[in-house]
């Protein structure tokens, strides 16, 4: 049971480029998020989806696009990178135990440091 | 907006030292919270959480917490931290507002404790 897991993790991008970033869960959950970790700023919010096929946006999610076409992947998409998007990137998923995400654990994976020059 | 607040950034204490990390929220309506921490090294975890019930509640290795509603406050308690308490604590509020789900962490704080 590897829990939640990210690739790569490290990347260096050039402004413009494009990249995704992998999230995979092998717990059947079916809430997945993805957030960005930067100092002073806590984690924030980027995308969430609710179910296999949903996604909703969070708190930032300009410059950022979502797909969960299968149910243990959530990938996070840059169609052109720029260095504010200098991050390091969480992805987590919960269960929905009790029908109400809001009270659910989130798992979190290891992280994916991003720079972009 | 809604917004969580950890006013201590960074905290240093001594083995077997009492520990409290405050964490405050702007919310007016129901919301759950949770303490997670990163220990060097690894994933942000679970410590505890409350949305219901009595409003102190225990976690792992002895943390507990304790919901005060008139003062939006859910601090983080331990009576004796230990060396390997070292990590970064995060408060965070996950609210639900018009059919979504904000979720909020605040920005977290530093504890290193000195063996």
């Known amino acids: 049971n590897a829990g939640v897991t990210q690739t790569p993790k490290f990347r260096v991008l050039k402004t413009g480029q494009s990249m995704t970033l992998l999230c995979a869960q092998d717990?059947?959950?079916?809430?997945m998020y993805w957030y960005r970790q930067d100092p002073g700023m806590g984690l924030r919010l980027i995308h969430y989806s609710v179910g296999e096929g949903t996604t909703a946006k969070g708190e930032v999610p300009d410059g950022y696009n979502v797909s969960r076409l299968k149910k243990q992947n959530f990938l996070l998409g840059l169609e052109s990178a720029a260095p504010s998007q200098t991050s390091v990137y969480f992805c987590?998923?919960?269960?929905?135990?009790?029908?109400?995400?809001?009270?659910?654990?989130?798992?979190f994976g290891p992280g994916t440091r991003l720079t972009v020059l | 907006a809604q917004s969580v607040s950890q006013h201590n950034h960074h905290v240093i204490l001594s083995e077997a030292a009492s520990l409290e990390l405050g964490c405050n929220y702007s919310?007016?309506?129901?919301?759950?919270l949770f303490w997670y921490v990163q220990y060097p090294g690894q994933h942000l975890q679970l410590l505890l959480k409350?949305?219901?019930?009595?409003?102190l509640v225990k976690g792992i290795k002895g943390f507990e917490a304790e919901f005060i509603k008139s003062k939006f406050s859910f601090n983080l308690r331990k009576p004796s931290v230990q060396w390997s308490d070292t990590a970064e604590y995060f408060c965070a509020v996950i609210a639900k507002n018009s059919g979504t789900y904000k979720y909020i962490f605040g920005t977290g704080t530093r504890l290193k404790v000195l063996a």
């Open positions: 717990m059947n959950h079916e809430y």
């Open positions: 987590a998923s919960s269960p929905s135990l009790s029908g109400r995400p809001s009270t659910d654990t989130q798992y």
């Open positions: 919310y007016g309506g129901t919301v759950n």
């Open positions: 409350y949305f219901s019930g009595d409003p």
